[in-house]
């Protein structure tokens, strides 16, 4: 028996990494899974591989799961509605959706080409969209449906050189809580993760420092893309119908719940504020609670557990 036992799932990125890890999880846990992955480069672009996402799927089926596996891209609607089509007429449902599909095109804002911004945007926060568009309907219908999409820390808190993928992780954010927000009276949820896992998309940022190299060794042998699957797949099972609109990191086996934009103070002025006011009162007295600029390193300072 497995907490996904009778359901049907869909897991996009699935040839590798975390996807990967998610599809093989899923299916022991009982799932039905179908396999998504346009089998292309990590930086897209190209015209992709059936190969990567069938040996996904083989490999589910040589250990006696049952898989079937597509080669489209999240990026066009049309694919992905013949995706969950085929889902339904293969194996007879759609109970959830695991989205961890995504790219890397990373490059300093000023140096950044529009292809690569628009790239990013398409395949995270419009590839978001298209699998919870394609599906919620279904999902309201049936009463039971689970997201299970993926956010980063880059978005979270910031990483230099990914402005564009730090803009669609932080939407994808605000997709899924309005997701669970809409959902919640139907038996729709949505969560998101924040993945620490070495992956063939990490092992693309460049090292420059030694620093740099330390902390890509330390995501290599101590955070692995199976840690990250435990989450997505408890949160793709219907025995956590209690958890909805919550972002998540895994760290290694450490799991992390993250707070979510809130006031955390405010001043008035009766007689209003000008702007040199504001200057010379307002952002002093609010100083202390400022935030700084700092990367994930910042906030994670500690090696993983």
Same mark, same amino acid.
């Not at 919870?132 to 219908?141: D, M, P």
């Not at 993926?150 to 979270?156: A, K, P, V």
């Not at 405010?266 to 700084?292: Q, V, Y």
């Given at each position: 028996m497995g907490v996904l036992d009778g359901k049907v799932v869909i897991v996009t990125g699935a040839a590798g990494g975390i996807g990967k890890e998610c599809a093989l999880l899923a299916a022991r846990q009982g799932a039905k899974v179908v396999v998504n992955d346009l089998g292309g480069g990590v930086k897209g672009g190209d015209a992709g591989d059936a190969g990567p996402a069938e040996q996904t799927a083989q490999e589910i089926r040589a250990a006696g799961g049952e898989a079937i596996s597509n080669s489209d891209s999240v990026t066009d609607m049309d694919a992905v509605?013949?995706?969950?089509?085929?889902?339904?007429?293969?194996?007879?449902?759609?109970?959830?959706?695991?989205?961890?599909?995504?790219?890397?095109?990373?490059?300093?804002?000023?140096?950044?080409?529009?292809?690569?911004?628009?790239t990013v945007i398409a395949v995270h926060l419009r590839g978001?969209?298209?699998? =919870?568009?394609?599906?919620?309907?279904?999902?309201?219908?049936?009463?039971?449906?689970?997201?299970?999409?993926?956010?980063?820390?880059?978005?979270?808190?910031?990483n230099i050189g990914q402005a564009n993928y730090a803009a669609a992780k932080l939407g994808v954010m605000?997709?899924?809580?309005?997701?669970?927000?809409?959902?919640?009276?139907?038996g729709v949820r949505s969560s998101i993760i924040a993945p620490f896992a070495w992956t063939r998309m990490i092992a693309t940022i460049p090292v420059k420092d030694e620093a740099s190299a330390q902390r890509v060794a330390r995501m290599q042998n101590s955070m692995r893309a199976d840690q990250v699957a435990q989450l997505a797949v408890a949160l793709a099972s219907p025995q956590s119908a209690e958890v909805n609109g919550q972002i998540f990191a895994v760290r290694g086996n450490e799991i992390v719940l993250f707070d979510? +934009?809130?006031?955390?103070? =405010?001043?008035?002025?009766?007689?209003?504020?000008? +702007?040199?006011?504001?200057?010379?009162?307002?952002? +002093?007295?609010?100083?202390? =609670?400022?935030?700084?600029?700092?990367?994930?390193?910042?906030?994670? +300072?500690?090696?993983?557990?």
């Open positions: 509605k013949a995706m969950v089509a085929q889902a339904i007429d293969t194996f007879g449902g759609l109970h959830a959706v695991i989205n961890p599909a995504g790219i890397l095109r990373d490059g300093m804002v000023h140096k950044m080409a529009d292809e690569d911004w628009d978001a969209y298209n699998v =919870s568009r394609a599906t919620v309907e279904h999902f309201r219908n049936q009463g039971e449906g689970s997201y299970v999409h993926f956010t980063s820390t880059s978005g979270l808190i910031g605000g997709l899924s809580r309005i997701l669970a927000m809409e959902g919640a009276a139907k979510q +934009p809130r006031p955390i103070k =405010s001043l008035a002025r009766l007689e209003g504020w000008n +702007p040199e006011s504001i200057i010379s009162h307002c952002f +002093p007295a609010m100083k202390g =609670s400022f935030f700084d600029t700092g990367a994930s390193a910042s906030v994670f +300072p500690y090696d993983p557990v």
